[in-house]
């Protein structure tokens, strides 16, 4: 089971933090931007970010080669996606982008292709 997902900046977002862990007990690790609100369940969301054991997965995740976008992308046969002021562009990339990630953890799992799961995010 997925309980950890990581991705980038463009993440950053309070209200996706927190509907993934109400919704689905799961963890979005992103890089926290900074001179963004300062409300407390962002400062809650940041000091969640920023625990020793979160930071080192972040760090683990920039060391590895990152599929998922260009996944995404395939799937969904995107030529360009535009994340700059569209803020339901980054919410669905993001749900995109979880949903990816929790089918290639099952191919993984049951040692398939973690390319080949088009069908499946699609519910073909």
Do not use: Y
Not at 15 to 38: G, S, V
Not at 46 to 53: F, R
Not at 106 to 118: D, E, V
Request: hydrophobic share 40%; aromatic share 4%.
């Amino acid at each position: 089971m997925v309980t950890t997902v990581i991705m980038d900046g463009n993440a950053d977002d309070q209200a996706l933090f927190a509907e993934l862990q109400r919704q689905r007990k799961m963890t979005l690790l992103t890089t926290p931007r900074n001179h963004r609100d300062q409300t407390e369940a962002r400062q809650q969301m940041i000091h969640i970010l920023n625990l020793p054991k979160h930071r080192k997965l972040r760090q683990q995740r920039g060391q590895t080669v990152e599929p998922m976008p260009g996944v995404v992308k395939d799937i969904c046969a995107l030529e360009r996606c535009w994340m700059r002021g569209h803020r339901h562009n980054r919410w669905l990339f993001a749900a995109m982008g979880v949903a990816v990630q929790l089918h290639q953890a099952r191919a993984l799992k049951a040692h398939r292709s973690t390319r080949k799961i088009k069908q499946e995010v699609l519910g073909l």
